[in-house]
């Protein structure tokens, strides 16, 4: 089965042969995929490499019920937006695709969740619904073990004493944090805790200036006292994310991989070191949009690493991972 095979590709092979495949039943299964394809002028028969596959733009995600099955959805993820902007909505009607996606991607950057103590701030994620973040996030805390594991609002000094007492126990511990918040608790507190992850997950939601990367983790390495910061890219209109442990250098799980387009010929990919916009093959998004062109800016690496350089100068602020360089 389609799926099955989704979460066990092992070469690029795999990964092009299982795209193609799912391209054609979306092609035909997803009415606005197929209408944007038509207005294209593109033959899907005629789609044989992954190099010739169209990308939806992602801001159908807000106009349009961008579904490849009859499936009813069992949940609706929303983009956090600021106020008066129109939301991206992401029908999904299988939440297992989404759980296998996220639960083996952890696994392949950081091991067990079970042996981490897991700690969460995000206020502005948890004051709204919706959240895909969310519910990765409290699927992550259930399956650790630790039992100090959970969420942290505006209550920074028990964070503070909770981030102290791990350290003193030489536990494992990764602090999952919204950007503006991680900086908010580091106004109050400083910690030199090198063995903690900091996974910051982007967006200063209106609430802070942007900074850039270099001086962002600057202030967040010197605050929590560690060597390295890490990120999650991800966004309401995807099942997967990809992770950094570091330096702002990306990594896919085997079934996402990220290309680039021109800038200025949307339908035209570059190759080598050079910037375009992103587009992401997102394969567990195989009742939706597996293929989407995103309003992010980045540069590929011959390795297929992977950094994400600031937005479209004409594209909406939203809650994925992005600090403007």
Not at 4 to 22: G, K, Y
Not at 233 to 239: C, F, P, V
Not at 287 to 296: E, G, L, M, R, Y
Not at 298 to 314: A, K, M, Q, W
Request: hydrophobic share 40%; aromatic share 10%; glycine share 8%.
């Amino acid at each position: 089965m389609l799926i099955d095979s989704i979460f066990s590709i092992s070469n690029s092979d795999q990964f092009e042969q299982i795209a193609l495949d799912i391209f054609r039943f979306q092609a035909k299964n997803c009415n606005p995929y197929a209408q944007f394809i038509k207005n294209l002028g593109v033959s899907p028969e005629k789609i044989d490499c992954l190099a010739k596959i169209p990308y939806l733009p992602i801001s159908f995600f807000k106009t349009h019920k961008i579904v490849s099955t009859a499936i009813d959805p069992v949940r609706i993820f929303t983009s956090s937006g600021t106020t008066g902007q129109q939301q991206s909505r992401h029908y999904v009607t299988d939440l297992s695709l989404y759980e296998k996606s996220f639960n083996l991607a952890f696994e392949q950057f950081y091991g067990n969740p079970g042996d981490f103590c897991i700690l969460a701030l995000l206020p502005s994620y948890m004051e709204r619904e919706g959240s895909s973040l969310i519910y990765m996030v409290d699927s992550l805390l259930s399956q650790s073990k630790h039992p100090a594991s959970g969420y942290f609002l505006h209550n920074h000094q028990e964070l503070y004493e909770q981030l102290i007492a791990l350290k003193n126990a030489r536990q494992q511990t990764i602090l999952i944090g919204v950007t503006y918040a991680l900086l908010d608790f580091l106004e109050k507190y400083q910690i030199d805790f090198p063995e903690l992850i900091i996974m910051e997950t982007g967006g200063m939601k209106g609430k802070r200036k942007e900074m850039v990367r270099e001086e962002l983790h600057a202030v967040l390495k010197q605050g929590f006292g560690v060597p390295a910061i890490h990120s999650e890219y991800g966004m309401t209109e995807l099942l997967s994310q990809a992770y950094s442990l570091g330096e702002g250098i990306f990594e896919c799980p085997q079934w996402m991989k990220i290309v680039l387009r021109d800038t200025n010929d949307p339908l035209s990919l570059v190759h080598g070191n050079q910037t375009g916009g992103i587009n992401i093959i997102d394969l567990a998004n195989i009742n939706s949009c597996a293929f989407i062109a995103t309003q992010d800016l980045g540069r590929i690496y011959s390795n297929g690493t992977f950094e994400v350089l600031g937005r479209f100068d004409n594209a909406d602020i939203r809650g994925c991972n992005l600090l403007i360089q």
